[in-house]
Nanobody
Framework: QVQLVESGGGLVQAGGSLRLSCAAS????????MGWFRQASGKGREFVAA????????VYADSVKGRFTISRDNAKNTMYLRMNSLKPEDTAVYYC???????????????????WGQGTQVTVSS
């Protein structure tokens, strides 16, 4: 069974840090580019960051650039999102996902990702 499971969310004060994890099973993890998305209450799903299959390339949304770091450990079938200097506007449910194909690029909009986790809530208090 193909599955992505996020963990590591929680409540943190502004300026604090969290590390999210995304554990994959049932799929060839090392052959799939991966991404993080988030969805705040009442808003659409927003791209956060993406990482290539081997982890050699990554890209970030402007809103998180310089504060968040995406990484992966293919030996552990796990992807991470280190979030520093958190702001109240980072409050959202965070999702990890696998990209359908790398033919065009290792990152893209949400409709180019086919397997999604259940999400983990991140709440940043001011």
């Amino acid at each position: 069974q193909v599955q992505l499971v996020e963990s590591g969310g929680g409540l943190v004060q502004a300026g604090g840090s969290l590390r999210l994890s995304c554990a994959a099973s049932g799929l060839p993890f090392s052959s799939r580019s991966m991404g993080w998305f988030r969805q705040a209450s009442g808003k659409g799903r927003e791209f956060v960051a993406a990482i290539s299959r081997r982890g050699s390339s990554s890209v970030y949304a402007d809103s998180v650039k310089g504060r968040f770091t995406i990484s992966r450990d293919n030996a552990k079938n796990t992807m991470y999102l280190r979030m520093n200097s958190l702001k109240p506007e980072d409050t959202a449910v965070y999702y990890c996902a696998t990209k359908k194909s790398d033919l065009a690029s290792y990152y893209g909009p949400a409709n180019e990702y086919d397997v999604w986790g259940q999400g983990t809530q991140v709440t940043v208090s001011s």
